[in-house]
């Protein structure tokens, strides 16, 4: 239904060399530049803030998407829709989900909606036509470099059936664990934008990943 899109997460970058970094991406295809945020209650882990992000989003020639890992997602928000074009949040964050999307929305930015993995893929149904993007978490959100858990293919594939039975058009992200094998096994299952972070910026060749993971 869309191409497949790669949107490397910056999480994974030399934060040192940040404006040399995004370059690099976007010279080797990237699509999107993928953005972390956690702020240490949501997750178990501290990234970075809206100051990176408007750092990211001044030096970027590709739209910036956020994920915010973050309890209160509604507060934070007028922080990150000047500088990002999708923000996803996520269903078990302590705010009203649905208001918050229309906020986003209402802002000028595209919404996504993201769960964990142990959040069954029905806590989102109600959300699916409100949203630009559905994030499949394909590993426990805090931190790059953890092993993807393939059982996430099933809401993957849930994503993709309850699309075209509703007849909507959201974008299915994966993030977590993508490299050349289980990016094509989410494809294969209907996702159509990989985020990865360890797998592009720690291979040498981060043009040859991108390609790759675009099939
Ligand atoms: C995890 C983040 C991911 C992470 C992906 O909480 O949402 O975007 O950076 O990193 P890799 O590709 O290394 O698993
Ligand atoms: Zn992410």
Excluded at 84 to 96: A, K, L, Q, Y
Excluded at 187 to 198: E, I, M, R, S, Y
Aim: proline content about 5%; glycine content about 8%.
């Amino acid at each position: 239904m869309h191409p497949v899109l790669v949107a490397p997460s910056l999480l994974a970058c030399d934060f040192g060399h940040l404006h040399d970094e995004i370059r690099r991406a976007e010279a080797a295809g990237a699509d999107w530049h993928h953005l972390d945020v956690m702020d240490g209650h949501f997750v178990d882990n501290i990234s970075f803030g809206p100051a990176f992000v408007e750092a990211s989003a001044a030096a970027a020639r590709i739209p910036v998407d956020t994920h915010l890992m973050i309890s209160r997602p509604d507060h934070y928000l007028g922080r990150f829709t000047k500088t990002s074009r999708n923000i996803t949040i996520h269903v078990e964050s302590d705010c009203d989900v649905s208001a918050t999307l229309r906020a986003i929305r209402a802002a000028g930015c595209t919404c996504g909606i993201s769960l964990r993995p142990g959040t069954p893929f029905s806590a989102i149904e109600t959300h699916l036509d409100s949203v630009d993007l559905v994030l499949v978490m394909t590993v426990e959100p805090g931190f790059g470099g953890q092993a993807f858990q393939p059982a996430m293919l099933e809401k993957v594939r849930s994503a993709a059936r309850l699309r075209s039975q509703k007849n909507l058009s959201y974008r299915i992200q994966v993030d977590g664990g993508i490299n050349a094998e289980t990016g094509a096994q989410s494809v294969a299952a209907g996702a159509d934008t990989l985020v990865a972070g360890t797998s592009v910026f720690r291979e040498p060749d981060m043009a040859s990943a991108i390609a790759t993971l675009k099939g």
